[in-house]
């Protein structure tokens, strides 16, 4: 759906994106990363028709955004930080508007009104957007995005100034959007991005240093395996049980953090994979798994180490890859 290759550009003797390539298929929701100035928003720009390309070549669908401007533009719907809306307008003309300057094809006052329900501001189609509060002017962002049921979906931090609960609505849509479209979602919180993308791509210095699934970013820079148990137990009798666990290396006591439970760290051999036998030498035994978690490290300590590593190389051998030549994403 959308393939990216060697990608450049060049702003005076500034190369703010150098060399960058990627594909994207349809159907996935990818989240694009990246520290300020580190050139995600010019490839953002690049992809949407809004700014022009050094070297390399983009395709949507098919389409070079260069060649056939027109035919790449129909096929997306960009949402920046900060919506371009006319705030003397009702919602409903605003996205009439939107409609004609798209020109879509569609039923225009059914599809409108599908558009408004979805994101949920149907309820203040008759209102002025200026008199409307800024989680609902980035819904009205988000629903002209929407407009014409683009494949592709450009969406720039889309939950900036909404309230908890439209955060996770917002988060529940663009999971069920991604189910028929192509979504590249930029975000500061990472968590979000971890909620409902597959697969990251991280930007810095205008290259591509990462390009895989947070479980395997994480994977690739953690070198802790281990797992730790909170176990509602005995504490010696449990650490006697655990440590007998086929495949498990050595087990410590974390001590009592909750009324009558105890957790354990444990660390199993190379290559091994414990918590089934865990879960079923506790419940062998009577007793209750309360919780049991992975000491791999988050998103956000992936982000931090990648971006604050010295060079694009640097990076690379902390992903383990020693090959400079070896692409990212394997």
Not at 97 to 123: G, Q, R, T
Not at 179 to 205: D, F, G, P, W, Y
């Amino acid at each position: 759906m959308i393939e990216v290759s060697g990608l450049s550009k060049r702003y005076g003797t500034h190369l703010a994106v150098s060399d960058v390539s990627f594909s994207i298929q349809k159907g996935e929701v990818v989240g694009f990363l990246g520290p300020n100035g580190a050139g995600k928003s010019t490839i953002m720009n690049i992809l949407t028709g809004y700014l022009s390309l050094t070297q390399g070549k983009v395709e949507i669908d098919g389409f070079d955004v260069m060649e056939y401007p027109e035919e790449a533009k129909k096929r997306i719907g960009y949402l920046p930080e900060i919506p371009p809306l006319y705030m003397d307008m009702k919602v409903s003309e605003y996205l009439a508007f939107i409609f004609d300057l798209k020109k879509v094809k569609f039923p225009k006052s059914a599809h409108i009104n599908e558009v408004m329900k979805l994101v949920k501001i149907d309820h203040v189609s008759n209102r002025l957007i200026k008199n409307l509060s800024k989680g609902y002017r980035q819904r009205v962002g988000f629903a002209g995005a929407l407009i014409g049921n683009p494949d592709v979906l450009i969406l720039d931090e889309p939950t900036v100034g909404l309230d908890p609960k439209q955060i996770i609505e917002i988060r529940n849509l663009i999971s069920r959007l991604g189910k028929n479209h192509t979504i590249i979602l930029s975000s500061h919180i990472l968590s979000e991005i971890q909620a409902v993308c597959k697969r990251v791509i991280i930007i810095n210095k205008g290259q591509i240093i990462a390009d895989d699934t947070p479980e395997n970013l994480s994977e690739r820079l953690s070198n802790d395996k281990s797992i730790v148990a909170r176990i509602m137990c005995n504490e010696k009798d449990m650490l006697d049980s655990l440590t007998s666990i086929k495949g498990v290396k050595s087990v410590v006591s974390l001590g009592c953090k909750e009324p009558g439970s105890y957790d354990f760290l444990i660390e199993p051999q190379e290559n091994c994979d414990v918590r089934r036998d865990v879960f079923e030498r506790v419940s062998s035994r009577g007793k209750t798994l309360l919780s049991l978690s992975s000491n791999k490290i988050s998103l956000e300590q992936v982000f931090l180490r990648l971006t604050e590593a010295g060079s694009y190389e640097e990076a690379r051998k902390l992903l383990g890859f020693n090959d400079v030549k070896e692409e990212v994403c394997e």
